[in-house]
């Protein structure tokens, strides 16, 4: 009985071994699904996808790690990331300072553009009127992204207008065709999808701001951020990475 007894014991042990294993090798990666092409839900299969979601999970194959993606407000990813909550923050997200306080970046892996969305007879015809001298605008914008940070110091706190916070992109570009707001700021990417899915509204040809985006970890885990630049590299030089981005953002002929 006590041969048998052992012998449970050890299995038991060595399933709780693999369990635990298994959950170990699983990184969980925090994004926020509503900033298509980058991260957004497939229609037909609920999951999510885009070039964030395929360039981690390369990562991660290399890697020999799992992935688990989950969908959270974006200002909640810092700290998520910070506290241990979520392994990893991916969602077109820019190095600032003040994030820099909080997490770690990875190297860059994808350059991104703010833009201005406007209706098509709007008032606002550059960037440069958003900042003349009078202006009185009502800027909409994700609340927590670069953009809120870059309205919040340029527009809102030189007393050149208000800024209106949403939880999405989509939020945003439905007050803005309801007429609650005069533009909003927001990628590039998300941007040209915005404006083909609602009529009557137009991106102004001038940029707002370039940025370059980054993936997130916790100060406390400097090794998973090595590794994770080290597989980046090898993945950017053998194509990898631009073959994804081009997948989702076919260049222009």
């Known amino acids: 009985m006590k041969k048998i007894l052992s012998v449970l014991l050890a299995v038991t042990m060595l399933l709780a071994g693999a369990v635990a294993a298994a959950e170990t090798d699983t990184l969980t990666m925090a994004t926020n699904a509503a900033f298509p092409p980058y991260e957004y839900y497939d229609d037909e299969t609920g999951e999510i996808v885009g070039i964030d979601a395929e360039i981690a999970q390369a990562i991660c194959d290399k890697l020999g790690y799992g992935l688990e993606i989950v969908n959270v407000d974006f200002d909640s990813i810092v700290p998520g990331v910070q506290s241990g909550k979520y392994t990893f923050g991916m969602a077109g997200m820019t190095v ?5 306080e909080s997490v770690d970046f990875s190297d860059s892996y994808a350059t991104g553009i703010q833009v201005v969305i406007v209706p098509e007879d709007s008032a606002i015809t550059s960037v440069d009127d958003l900042f003349a001298e009078g202006a009185d605008h009502k800027v909409g914008v994700q609340q927590g992204t670069t953009g809120d940070i870059y309205a919040s110091s340029d ?3 030189a007393g050149l207008g208000s800024i ?3 939880k999405t992109g989509t939020d945003a570009v439905l007050a803005l065709t309801s007429g609650k707001i005069d533009c909003v700021i927001i990628d590039n990417e998300p941007a040209k ?5 609602n009529e009557g509204l137009k991106i102004l040809e001038t940029e707002y701001a370039v940025e370059d985006y980054a993936i997130c970890f916790s100060k406390d885990a400097p090794d998973l951020t090595a590794r994770f630049n080290e597989a980046l590299q ?3 030089e053998d194509g990898t990475v631009a073959a994804i981005i ?4 076919p260049s222009e002929e």
Do not use: G
């Not at 081009?246 to 953002?249: L, V």
């Open 155 to 157: 527009i809102e706190e």
């Open 96 to 100: 600032t300072e003040d994030r820099l």
């Open 246 to 249: 081009e997948k989702y953002i």
């Open 234 to 236: 090898e993945l950017t």
């Open 193 to 197: 999808n915005f404006v083909a899915a």
């Open 164 to 166: 209106e916070r949403f």
